[in-house]
């Protein structure tokens, strides 16, 4: 797959465990990071194979997880911030990107709906759909249509394999290499570990590794980790609660 | 802030809730009406020898419904409310609660693997009658187990339009069954004998209790669906008293129609002369040999139902007990293409697999020894659950405040509580009459001290945990929330040390 990958095996042999890692600041709000953090693409991409763009993960989880990615990015982007469980309004100024802005407008016209988890299951409904377009815009993915007959859906494939493999490869060699991550890094390696990617991007890893993601992630930002939290139980709860429909 | 009277939110999530038909689709379907009409009911004749099996359906459906009261009201006050030892944990305490998942993990995996000799014998003997292919019962039985291991690990349960298809078919068959039954009674008259309330207080009643409690296990999955409803406190409590009524009135019905077929005085030899056969062999003189056939296929496609059914139930369990890393951890992860928890299913397809060839290899009995010793010892651990969750609502509402009345927070579940101990007093002294076994055979202790191991182990464990991993121990019940427990540990419910 990835060169980056092998390279990154290798550091993870001599791993040691060392001091605890230091905890990243948050990522100020500013123009600056507004352009940079599009979170739910970059988990977009890690959820998909960068070549045929298949999707690695089921769908419940891939949903919640995009629908997580998106309210990341209005939380790094100082909009709204998570407290025990519910979406809090900081700053209803519109974001640049037309998602974000769509989806605060959304939180911030209906506050009667507070908990994290109505918007993790209101957001997940359209997730899917709504990133691959921003993705699609911005010529990252192209559609196509993939299957025969009733079994026809639409795939988003990766118009470049690089850009497409950089998130998983530089997250999973941060964490191999027993590095610190930044806020998007963190935040990714959030959703991952919260929606069962983790074991794809850190395949063949030492126990050692995950111990380091999981710590990581631990120690990241309260509202963070309570968007997290969230997360990790809506996807919990979609397997117990399963049927095929 | 601008407040918009729209409410986009609630009318997205609301599409898909399911309705009260759907609930009670699901509930009744996984019950598998005919697996318990043709297999259970003709069984339980046979082992037990107790003509009274008609009138303990009813009665224990009265008394599921009674139960269902305080359980349905608790279930909308907790999180991972599809699981009995949640209501434990939450009413009696942490230890208690993983005694009580113990139990319910044995007494699943013990219904689920039972069935696989119903499916096996049955499906057997149907290949041998329509087309003359001679099979032992382990070949079928080995074929659905590899297909319902195939289909836990992706994650496929039976379409609810199948479901409901089926549903309806083995209900009508079952109905025109009881129909030609009743309208060919033995001797030229209808008796009411088996339906006699004084069969309660009979000998062999305990076994007869058992029995049915075992033919209606499934039913507490109604609150599985709570969250998913239009109208949460509605929805679940109606769709649960629906299913408890209507399985109840058709199986006391149908163990009714075949001893008035057969005599009253008859039907207990009749069951064991005639087995899982019993039900066809009655009607098949008044009725066209097409539709016997079509009541056959179904009993067997309702069994493989049910095993799918159970197997889905106890790799759930298994995967929430391992999100609170109660159990091991990796129970709690999913695979990764599908969402199934996949090594729940993977631990619960080894371990039926296990017990099929043991019994495949002692040449037992796959209905007597297999279907109906395990599935009534599956269906005494269902009962010792309903037994100790009744109790556990009474504990959870007495800690908390709320606003329901004396009826459904004491008095409704207080004497579910004491009726069903009598039922399991009742069970546990005639055991061995249920297993059709000597008195002093170690077999009628042996199947129920199952249960008193697994209950002590689960206690000790929680103790174990709570010295060595409090925070393993503070997320005890909370399946697959137990994620949020570190961050929010006074939002929970108060709950008893």
């Known amino acids: 797959m990835n060169p980056a990958l092998g390279a990154a095996d290798e550091h993870a042999a001599s791993y040691v465990r060392s001091e605890p890692v230091p905890v990243p600041r948050p990522v100020p709000a500013g123009a600056a990071s507004e352009r940079t953090s599009r979170i739910a693409d970059e988990f977009f991409f890690m959820c998909h194979d960068d070549r045929t763009g298949r999707p690695r993960l089921f769908d419940s989880s891939l949903a919640h997880g995009l629908a997580a990615g998106l309210l990341v990015e209005l939380y790094y982007g100082g909009r709204i911030t998570f407290e025990r469980g519910h979406v809090r309004v900081k700053d209803i100024r519109p974001p640049q990107d037309w998602l974000q802005h769509l989806v605060l407008d959304r939180i911030a016209a209906e506050q009667q709906h507070t908990a994290t988890r109505v918007w993790l299951a209101f957001l997940g409904s359209s997730a899917y759909e709504q990133v691959a377009q921003r993705m699609w815009q911005s010529g990252l993915v192209r559609p196509q249509q993939a299957g025969r007959f009733w079994r026809q859906r639409t795939l988003y494939v990766p118009t470049d394999i690089n850009t497409a493999a950089w998130s998983s490869a530089r997250l999973s060699q941060h964490l191999r290499n027993g590095r610190s991550l930044n806020g998007v890094d963190l935040a990714l390696a959030g959703l991952a570990l919260h929606t069962q990617l983790d074991t794809t991007l850190l395949d063949g890893a030492s126990p050692a590794v995950r111990s380091h993601l999981r710590r990581l992630v631990e120690q990241s930002w309260p509202p963070l980790r309570d968007l997290l939290a969230d997360l990790g139980s809506v996807v919990g709860g979609a397997v117990l609660s399963h049927r095929t429909s | 802030m601008s407040h918009s009277t729209t409410d986009t939110v609630s009318e997205v999530l609301a599409r898909g809730r399911l309705g009260i038909p759907s609930v009670v689709f699901f509930v009744i379907a996984a019950a598998a009406p005919l697996t318990v009409v043709a297999g259970g009911a003709t069984t339980g004749y046979a082992v037990t020898g107790v003509a009274?099996?008609?009138?303990?359906?009813?009665?224990?459906a009265a008394v599921l419904a009674l139960f269902s009261v305080g359980f349905v009201a608790m279930s909308r006050r907790i999180v991972n409310a599809g699981a009995f030892y949640t209501y434990v944990t939450r009413g009696l305490g942490r230890p208690a609660g993983v005694g009580a998942a113990m139990v319910a993990l044995v007494a699943y995996n013990a219904m689920q693997i039972g069935l696989y000799g119903g499916f096996g014998a049955v499906l057997a003997t149907f290949l041998r009658d329509q087309y003359g292919l001679h099979v032992t019962w382990w070949v079928p039985a080995l074929i659905g187990w590899a297909v319902v291991a195939v289909l836990g690990v992706l994650r496929i349960d039976l379409n609810g339009k199948v479901l409901a298809v089926m549903l309806v078919a083995e209900c009508a068959v079952a109905l025109v069954?009881?129909?030609?039954m009743v309208g060919h009674p033995a001797g030229g008259t209808v008796t009411f004998d088996t339906l006699a309330p004084s069969h309660i207080l009979a000998a062999g009643i305990g076994a007869a209790l058992v029995t049915a409690i075992t033919g209606f296990v499934g039913f507490e999955g109604t609150v599985v669906f709570s969250e998913e409803t239009r109208d949460p406190r509605r929805t679940v409590a109606r769709a649960t008293y629906i299913a408890v009524a209507a399985t109840g009135l058709l199986y006391g019905l149908s163990a009714w129609a075949?001893?008035?077929?057969?005599?009253?005085?008859?039907?207990?030899?009749?069951?064991?002369?005639?087995?899982?056969?019993?039900?066809?062999?009655?009607?098949?003189?008044?009725?066209?040999?097409?539709?016997?056939?079509?009541?056959?296929?179904?009993?067997?496609?309702?069994?493989?139902?049910?095993?799918?059914?159970?197997?889905?139930?106890?790799?759930?369990?298994?995967?929430?007990?391992?999100?609170?890393?109660?159990l091991p951890g990796v129970l709690g992860r999913t695979s990764r293409r599908t969402g199934a928890p996949k090594v729940g299913s993977i631990l619960q397809s080894i371990l039926a697999v296990v017990v099929l060839i043991a019994y495949a290899t002692a040449g037992a009995d796959p209905i007597v020894h297999l279907f109906f010793w395990v599935t009534v010892t599956g269906g005494l651990g269902v009962l010792i659950l309903m037994t100790v969750t009744s109790a556990a609502v009474i504990g959870f509402f007495a800690r908390i405040a709320h606003g329901e009345g004396w009826w459904l927070a004491f008095v409704a579940p207080l004497l579910a509580t004491l009726t069903l101990t009598g039922f399991l007093a009742a069970t546990l002294r005639e055991f061995d009459i249920l297993l059709g076994v000597d008195a002093h055979s170690p077999l009628r202790w042996l199947f129920p001290a199952t249960y008193a191991i697994a209950a002590l182990a689960g206690t000790a464990w929680a103790l174990v945990l709570r010295a060595t991993r409090p925070q393993v121990y503070d997320a005890i019940g909370l399946g697959a929330d137990s994620a949020t427990a570190p961050l929010r540990r006074t939002d929970s419910f108060r709950l008893p040390v």
Do not use: C, K, Q, W
């Not at chain 2, 009274?52 to 224990?60: K, R, T």
């Open chain 2, 52 to 60: 009274g099996i008609p009138v303990a359906y009813l009665v224990v």
């Open chain 2, 177 to 180: 069954f009881d129909a030609v």
């Open chain 2, 258 to 326: 075949m001893s008035v077929a057969t005599g009253p005085d008859r039907i207990v030899d009749a069951a064991r002369t005639d087995g899982t056969d019993l039900i066809f062999n009655l009607v098949s003189p008044h009725l066209g040999s097409s539709i016997v056939t079509v009541g056959r296929v179904l009993f067997i496609t309702s069994l493989f139902a049910a095993l799918l059914s159970f197997h889905h139930t106890v790799a759930r369990y298994l995967f929430a007990l391992g999100r609170e890393r109660v």
